[in-house]
């Protein structure tokens, strides 16, 4: 991802529920990421997601936090709070509770947007908390990259 967001002169930000700040971690894990990456934020309950991020509180009461329509009000919200080109982000339930039939222990959302558009992925991970809270934060990396690919 560095090489592409540096060769393209783009900006990523990252807003985050589930992953409790691993997407932004990995990213700053590598050298010379503040020439690309202007910040995260943990989003993790309805209020910072309605505050920092300007999730809509309907979009929260008609489908969740849990929901692609949330994943990609708060790509967009991070995108516009950070001004950056580019903004990911993750809202799922890590577990090992909060499950429930529609919306399992496992199951996240992504979104990545830019200025043009918006992209959400569903994923239903297994393993315990740790693992999915990991996998998720590797999968939306990989969307990111996807999403580069295909502009």
């Not at 971690?25 to 993790?44: C, K, M, P, R």
């Not at 692609?68 to 903004?87: L, P, T």
């Not at 222990?105 to 239903?124: E, K, Q, S």
């Not at 740790?130 to 990259?145: F, G, M, T, Y």
Request: proline share 2%; with cysteine; charged share 25%.
């Amino acid at each position: 991802m560095k090489k592409i967001l540096s060769e393209r002169r783009l900006t990523i930000s990252a807003a985050e529920s589930c992953t409790g700040g691993r997407v932004s971690d990995h990213i700053t894990n590598i050298s010379g990421s503040s020439a690309y990456f202007l910040g995260g934020v943990v989003a993790y309950g309805n209020q910072a997601k309605i505050a920092l991020l300007g999730v809509d509180e309907k979009s929260l009461e008609d489908h969740g936090a849990v929901s692609r329509e949330v994943a990609e009000e708060m790509a967009v919200g991070c995108r516009r709070a950070f001004r950056s080109d580019i903004a990911v982000s993750t809202t799922g339930v890590a577990g090992p509770t909060g499950g429930t039939p529609s919306k399992p222990v496992g199951l996240v959302w992504f979104g990545v947007a830019d200025g043009d558009r918006t992209i959400t992925d569903r994923v239903i991970f297994s393993g315990d908390r740790e693992s999915i809270k990991e996998e998720a934060s590797v999968h939306a990396l990989d969307l990111v990259l996807r999403f580069l690919g295909e502009n």
